[in-house]
């Protein structure tokens, strides 16, 4: 273990723990459960705060990322545009 780094000595024990952990079926079993249990409750609880938000006239982080991603949209749109107006005017230009 010498020549191992402390990130990979870490890495080797806490596998060895997790080894352990799942070693026995009923345990491992409880524990996909209660995991499986915490991601409904965790579903649960961001679906009740998203409506509570809306309910209070408040922007949620979908809403955030649906912005960010049109106001992106727009952006490119403008760059082509304006690309599209500056070779215009230089075409008139050359008249």
Request: glycine share 6%; proline share 1%.
């Amino acid at each position: 273990m010498a020549g191992k780094t402390l990130r990979e000595r870490a890495t080797e024990v806490g596998m060895k723990a997790m080894g352990k952990l799942f070693e026995d079926p009923k345990r491992a079993e409880a524990i996909a459960s209660a995991i499986g249990s915490l991601q409904r409750a965790k579903q649960a609880l961001d679906e009740a705060q998203q409506k509570a938000l809306k309910a209070a006239g408040l922007v949620t982080r979908e809403d955030f990322k649906d912005a960010g991603k049109r106001l992106s949209a727009l952006k490119r749109r403008c760059r082509e545009l304006a690309e599209e107006l500056d070779q215009l005017l230089a075409e008139q230009q050359k008249k």
